[in-house]
Every structure is written in structure tokens, then in C-alpha cells.
């Protein structure tokens, strides 16, 4: 793989890499997301549910674009966006675990979506302090977005918990599943400590508590207990992924991989 | 922010927002007005009746010996319009004679719909979409009004419509649905 070379780069050439790496990683993020929800296309409850939901995964390829594009500036433009996106395999790929998930019944994606509007809401708010400046500008557009993410999942969580009693065990149980798999949200992970030194990264684990506070008050309005808090899931940032990613990677990249640069 | 004011019982009267204003301002100091002009012919590619200018997404035209710049800042993240009208800009102005042109995608500062104009906001509305609606931000606004007949009694459908850009919305006076165009 290229750029591989870690014992000969030098301290510099070192924090471009992980920048590189980071800004990648924050891509992923916003790409297997998009992909879970853009699953939902034609398979949505009702039309304007299938409209929106295509919507909003469109909001996380934009903002996976902007991040890839910057990468492949920063590594001086020897592969292109697409190449990142549909070029790599699972141990490439570092998101975190909690995107890949399939997409579930719609309250589990109702669930899930809340849980990263919150966490999305307070990360890109700290992360528009960034000291690097294309990430601070992709936060500013990006938090824009994010608000109203928030806004409809929360009323989503708010329709389905106090609902029915079906809506509501239904998400109960997609809380319960998911719990688990949102403490990664909040790890640190080696590879981003200088970054953070260098007042480039977010400090993810300082967001927690917030979360927390945020996420129990919704919970509540919900008529939701708050779910089993002693277990976790974690390895996104190391690649090592579930098999829910193999699964979907195939989908993702099947058009490149059996036409290699194919271009409409 | 308000950009109207309201002037005996219905006619409605536009203020241009202080945004807009400063927009406006820099594009009229602007030594290549011809530029500026000629990219008034590029519209929207979704919405034929409003021009980039009009959306805010014009930002500046530079031109250094014959190289020309194009400033433009890109709205929503995922929007595949702003593909489309990168190339607008280039055919348009090949076209017109300038061979070096170069379109700048500018992050920052962030498009917002402060940087509409009031004429774009108006086409917007003969168009059948309700023009963005900034009074409360953060909040769904609560002054919306159907583009068909008027009526303020309308309710949102889903805040994610059929563009990134657009809400759906039904006006429970006359029933008809209609966009609106959010306020970012």
C-alpha cells in the first residue's frame, strides 16, 4: 500500500500521514453511514419517510466527499476520491462500528440515527474550533445540516417510544442493541493524541457526559428506559470490523471493482 | 433576521438583508460587470428561474491577464447540483470567448440563505416554492405562506423533501403541496 514507509518518514511527514489517516477515518464515518441509509430508498414506511431518508444520507456522502477530497489534497493528489471510497477493503476502513450496522427494522435506524445526531451535534460544535482550517470550514457546514438531522430524529424517537406498543418495545430494543456499540463514539484512539495535542482532532472523550445528559433527557420524553450500560463494542478505528462490513463493502464497490474506472 | 416588513393589512414589502446587502455592494464595485452579467444567464439547474447570483452561490468573478476565477460556494454538502453548475460556468463563458476560466469552490464563509436576493426570493415564489423563512433560528419557522393562494394556514409534511434544499409542506386552505425552501 502506498505511503507505507513509517520508519523513514520524518516528524512531519508523521502528522501529515495522521491527519491524512484522521480526516479518512472521518470519512468513513459519514460513507458506511450514508450507505445504511440509503438502504432505506424504496423500502421506507411511506413515501415522504423514503424522500427523507434519502435526503439525509445524501447530507453524509456530501460531507464524506469533502472529506475525502481533502485527504487526497493533502496526500498531493496520487489517487482520487473514489479510489478511497471504492478501492479499499474492511481493514481499511476505520469507521466506527456502530455505522455499519444493518439497517435494521426503522426504529433501530431511528435509534441509531439519534444517537449519532446527538454525538454529531456536539463533536462538529467543538469541531469548528479546529485549528485546522478545511476541517473547521467542513464543520461549518456541516453542523447547518446536523440541526436539522437532530431536530427529526429526535421527533422520530419522541413518535415511536411514546407511541404504540409496538413502536414503543420496538424501540426499546433497538436502544438496548445499540448502547453497547455507542461508547466507541467516545474512546480515544491513539492515532488522533498529537492530533488533538495540536488542537486539530476533537477530544472525543470529553463529550460523553454531554451525550449522556442529552440522550437520557430525550429518552425520558420517549417514555424509554435508559438501557444496560456494561457492555461495549469497539476496533473501528483499528479496522477490525464486523462482518456487517464485508457484507456491505461488496455492494458499495461492486461497479468499480468489476469495471475498474468506469465513469458514466 | 426579518427581510420583509409588513405594510398595512397584506402588501408585503422587501427588505434586503444585511447579507445580501454586503453581496450586492462588492459585486457592484466590481471592475468586470460584463462577467458579472453574463453569468446571470446561469440558472439553477432544479429551479430554471433563479440564477446562482440570486441563490447566493455567486461570490466573485477575478480576472488576472486572461485567466479568469470564478468564486462560487457550494450549499448543501451532498448536492449534485453544484456538478452541474461548475460545468454551466465553464461552457458559458468558453463559449463567451474567455478560454482560461477556473471555477473556486469556497467552503467558507458558509452559504446561507441570507445571501438570497430579494428578486431570487420572489421568483422562488412565483415558481411555487415559499422562499426561506430565517425569523427563528433553529426553530421551524412559523410564517410560512402557501405560494398558490396566500394562506398562512399550512403544516409542514417532512422537513426533508425532494432536494436537499427543500421541505414539504400541504396548505390546508386550498390542499395543494408545495416546497419550501429551507432556512440554512
Redesign the interface.
Known amino acids: 500500500m502506498k505511503g507505507d514507509q513509517m520508519n523513514e518518514l520524518t516528524v512531519e511527514e508523521t502528522q501529515k500521514k495522521l491527519l491524512v489517516d484522521h480526516v479518512i477515518a472521518l470519512g468513513d464515518d459519514a460513507l458506511i453511514l450514508s450507505q445504511r441509509l440509503i438502504e432505506w430508498c424504496s423500502n421506507a414506511p411511506f413515501l415522504e419517510e423514503d424522500l427523507a431518508l434519502s435526503n439525509v444520507a445524501l447530507d453524509f456522502l456530501g460531507r464524506a466527499r469533502m472529506l475525502y477530497q481533502y485527504a487526497v489534497e493533502l496526500e498531493g493528489n496520487v489517487r482520487t476520491e473514489d479510489d478511497i471510497a471504492f478501492l479499499r477493503d474492511s481493514r481499511e476502513f476505520k469507521n466506527h462500528l456502530i455505522y455499519e450496522l444493518p439497517r435494521g427494522d426503522f426504529a433501530f435506524s431511528m435509534a441509531r440515527q439519534l444517537i449519532i445526531d446527538v454525538y454529531n451535534s456536539l463533536f462538529l460544535e467543538q469541531l469548528l474550533q479546529s485549528k485546522d482550517e478545511r476541517l473547521a470550514a467542513i464543520a461549518q457546514k456541516s453542523i447547518k445540516e446536523t440541526q436539522y438531522h437532530l431536530r427529526r430524529s429526535q421527533e422520530w424517537i419522541f413518535r415511536l417510544g411514546d407511541g404504540t406498543t409496538e413502536s414503543h418495545q420496538r424501540l426499546q430494543t433497538a436502544m438496548d442493541d445499540l448502547w453497547g456499540y455507542s461508547k466507541e463514539l467516545f474512546e480515544s484512539h491513539p492515532s488522533e493524541t498529537s492530533l488533538i495535542e495540536a488542537g486539530i482532532a476533537v477530544d472525543r472523550t470529553k463529550l460523553q457526559d454531554a451525550w449522556r445528559t442529552k440522550m437520557n433527557t430525550i429518552l425520558a420524553q420517549a417514555t424509554l428506559e435508559q438501557p444496560d450500560d456494561n457492555w461495549h463494542q469497539t476496533g473501528g478505528r483499528d479496522g477490525l470490523h464486523s462482518d456487517h462490513l464485508g457484507m456491505l463493502l461488496p455492494e458499495l464497490q461492486f461497479m468499480q471493482r468489476a469495471y475498474p474506472d468506469l465513469e458514466w | 433576521m426579518t427581510n420583509t416588513a409588513v405594510h398595512s393589512s397584506a402588501q408585503v414589502i422587501p427588505v434586503k438583508s444585511p447579507e445580501y446587502a454586503i453581496r450586492l455592494l462588492h459585486r457592484q464595485k466590481s471592475s468586470h460587470q460584463a462577467l458579472w452579467l453574463l453569468l446571470d444567464q446561469i440558472k439553477d439547474p432544479e429551479i430554471p428561474v433563479i440564477s446562482l447570483w440570486d441563490l447566493g452561490i455567486l461570490q466573485d468573478v477575478l480576472v488576472n491577464d486572461s485567466a479568469v476565477t470564478i468564486v462560487i460556494t457550494?450549499t448543501?454538502?451532498?448536492?449534485?447540483a453544484m456538478v452541474e453548475i461548475t460545468s454551466d460556468i465553464q461552457t458559458l463563458l468558453n463559449e463567451n470567448g474567455y478560454a482560461k476560466v477556473t471555477v473556486d469552490s469556497r467552503?467558507?464563509p458558509?452559504?446561507t440563505t441570507d445571501w438570497m436576493s430579494t428578486d431570487g426570493r420572489e421568483r422562488l415564489r412565483e415558481y411555487g416554492i415559499a422562499p426561506p423563512s430565517c425569523q427563528t433560528k433553529?426553530a421551524?419557522p412559523t410564517d410560512i405562506q402557501c405560494p398558490q393562494c396566500h394562506s398562512s394556514d399550512v403544516r409542514v409534511?417532512?422537513?426533508?423533501?425532494?432536494?436537499?434544499c427543500k421541505a414539504?409542506y400541504q396548505c390546508q386552505n386550498c390542499r395543494e403541496p408545495f416546497d419550501y425552501f429551507?432556512c440554512?
Open positions: 457550494p448543501y454538502s451532498g448536492c449534485p467552503l467558507t458558509t452559504w433553529n421551524e409534511i417532512s422537513e426533508f423533501g425532494s432536494t436537499s414539504l429551507k440554512i
